[in-house]
């Protein structure tokens, strides 16, 4: 079945430098990427999607490219900052409709 | 504001005693659905509707059932709640079913069965 597979966390940063957060998928047909966050103590919050290859998504300094040849939707972001700690989840949405979660990543950036 | 929302936000239960955790947006979305949250797993599909009186089951559906007479509203109901059952909840919305639609999340609630 379908699936998505993120790098494990918690990842710790310092501030300014360079996020990865690697995601790949398993899907059939022509799914939908998304990259959700959640904050402490809130709810998940869209922070960017690609619905076809090679579309990139982007928001908030964030970034992600649709690699269908590698299947893949690595997050990226060129210099975190304390506010970007929260948990990163890599998602596919498939043609049925269905969303299908990573497990999260954790990601803490420091002073 | 569009937005879905959710009640309660915190919920301490025992064992066997009934709750309803309520769901309501107000973005006119066909499609609606709860998911768990537990640590290392992501979020779970229990349930999801294409539109009202149209629900399924999805990936974890046993010890819950839904609900949907009414566009807005999804309730989740435990009929005989279950310390597994205690988690972090999300109800979640969008447009339609289609690939490309968003779905957008309520703040979450987090349940604890004694």
Known sequence: ?111 | EAQVTQNPRYLITVTGKKLTVTCSQNMNHEYMSWYRQDPGLGLRQIYYSMNVEVTDKGDVPEGYKVSRKEKRNFPLILESPSPNQTSLYFCASSFSRSSTDTQYFGPGTRLTVL
């Open chain 1, 1 to 111: 079945g379908d699936s998505v597979t993120q790098m494990e966390g918690p990842v710790t940063l310092s501030e300014e430098a360079f996020l990865t957060i690697n995601c790949t998928y398993t899907a059939t047909g022509y799914p939908s990427l998304f990259w959700y966050v959640q904050y402490p103590g809130e709810g998940l919050q869209l922070l960017l999607k690609a619905t076809k290859a090679d579309d990139k998504g982007s928001n908030k300094g964030f970034e992600a490219t649709y690699r269908k040849e590698t299947t893949s939707f690595h997050l990226e972001k060129g210099s975190v900052q304390v506010s970007d700690s929260a948990v990163y989840f890599c998602a596919l949405k498939n043609q049925g409709g269905k969303l299908i979660f990573g497990q999260g990543t954790e990601l803490s950036v420091k002073p």
